[in-house]
Every structure is written in C-alpha cells, then in structure tokens.
T-cell receptor
Framework: EPEVTQTPSHQVTQMGQEVILRCVPISNHLYFYWYRQILGQKVEFLVS????????KSEIFDDQFSVERPDGSNFTLKIRSTKLEDSAMYFC????????????FGPGTRLLVL | DAKTTQPPSMDCAEGRAANLPCNHS???????VYWYRQIHSQGPQYIIHGLKNNETNEMASLIITEDRKSSTLILPHATLRDTAVYYCIVRENTGNQFYFGTGTSLTVIP
C-alpha cells in the first residue's frame, strides 16, 4: 500500500541553524501539507501546497518557513533560523483531492532545537 | 478551529466494542465527518469518513445521526493496539486543512 515517507526521523540542531525536512508524498497525489505537533499539544496546520504554489498557510508559517517541491517526488519544509520553540514533531501529508478529500500522513520528523 | 466536541478520555475492555461519540452540531450540508487516530506520537492514521449514511470498513463503523449533528465511531472488537487518541473532524470535501482538536484518548484495558 502506498505511503508517505519522511526523512530524517529525528533531527537535532542548534538554535539559529537551518534545517530541511523531507517528505516523499504518495506518487499520484496533488496536494501536499505540513503539520506540526509540539509535545503534548494538538496537531497544527502549517501550510498546504498545490500546483507548485502555497494554497493556504497558517499564522505559524512565517517568513522563517518555506516549502518546495524540488522535483517530481520530494516535498520539503525549510526552517531558516531555528528557534527553541520550533522543537516539535513535523508531519507531512498528501491528498489526491479525490471524492474523499482524505489526507494521508507520514510518520513524522522529530525536531529538537537546542 | 475545531467544530467538534469529544470526551477527553475513555476506557474499553479488550475484545469489547469501543463506541466513541462526537458532537458536531454546526455541521453544514456539504461537510464530511472524518475520523483519524494517533498512536503515541506517530502520524495521524485515517480510519473512516462519511457524509450522511452509516459507513463500515475493515477497521471500524461510523454511525451518523439523521440530523447529522453527532456521530459515533465503533471499533467492534477493541485490542490493545487500538489504544490511541481518536480525532473526529468535520470538513468539506476540499483540499483544505484538517483542524485537529484534542480528541478522545482511548485506553483499551486487558
């Protein structure tokens, strides 16, 4: 069964450093998403991406964040200058925007900013 | 923001049916009810969804009231591996984001 994959599974970085989180969505999907979950808190939407551009973003997704689909398979989230409060699980999701509107989530990347 | 209300926690005996309620009294006519679950800190996992009719798949059943203001997710024979946080989400069938509330933390007891 097709699934969303994410790398790395864990990332430790120093405050102020840039990180890139990578996702490989399900191959025939057209919509891509990033969510995050701070430890003990809700899953929060960050951004959605369709047709090579951002379609929706939350107030969390400020200028420090960017997304890119550099090739036909990868979808990346970049945090330019990490802060302590960026420590969280980051989940990628994809959707074919078919009749169901379902989103399928990856296993997540645990980011720890020291 | 989340448009649903769920109890914060529930217990269920292993092998018994787990019935998880959800209130969505402000649901509009074109909004679907989706159920996802999150086991520990893993990515949310799709369970089932529906619009008006009751639905069943290999994982669960979804019962939606006739007025669509509430629904119940039924896990027919709960196992220890069903211990998770269960999220009820209402949303139009679009590419828009899912709003995750706090969900129901289900504990299956041996």
């Amino acid at each position: 069964e097709p699934e969303v994959t994410q790398t790395p599974s864990h990332q430790v970085t120093q405050m102020g450093q840039e990180v890139i989180l990578r996702c490989v969505p399900i191959s025939n999907h057209l919509y891509f998403y990033w969510y995050r979950q701070i430890l003990g808190q809700k899953v929060e939407f960050l951004v959605s991406f369709y047709n090579n551009e951002i379609s929706e973003k939350s107030e969390i997704f400020d200028d420090q964040f960017s997304v890119e689909r550099p090739d036909g398979s990868n979808f990346t989230l970049k945090i330019r200058s990490t802060k302590l409060e960026d420590s969280a699980m980051y989940f990628c999701a994809s959707s074919d925007f078919g009749i169901s509107g379902l989103q399928y989530f990856g296993p997540g990347t645990r980011l720890l900013v020291l | 923001d989340a448009k649903t209300t769920q109890p914060p926690s529930m217990d269920c005996a292993e092998g018994r049916a787990a019935n998880l309620p959800c209130n969505h009294s402000t649901i509009s006519g074109n909004e679907y009810v989706y159920w996802y679950r999150q086991i520990h800190s893993q990515g949310p996992q799709y369970i089932i969804h529906g619009l008006k009719n009751n639905e069943t798949n290999e994982m669960a059943s979804l019962i939606i009231t006739e007025d669509r203001k509430s629904s119940t997710l039924i896990l027919p024979h709960a196992t220890l591996r069903d211990t998770a946080v269960y999220y009820c989400i209402v949303r139009e069938n679009t590419g828009n984001q899912f709003y995750f509330g706090t969900g129901t933390s289900l504990t299956v007891i041996p």
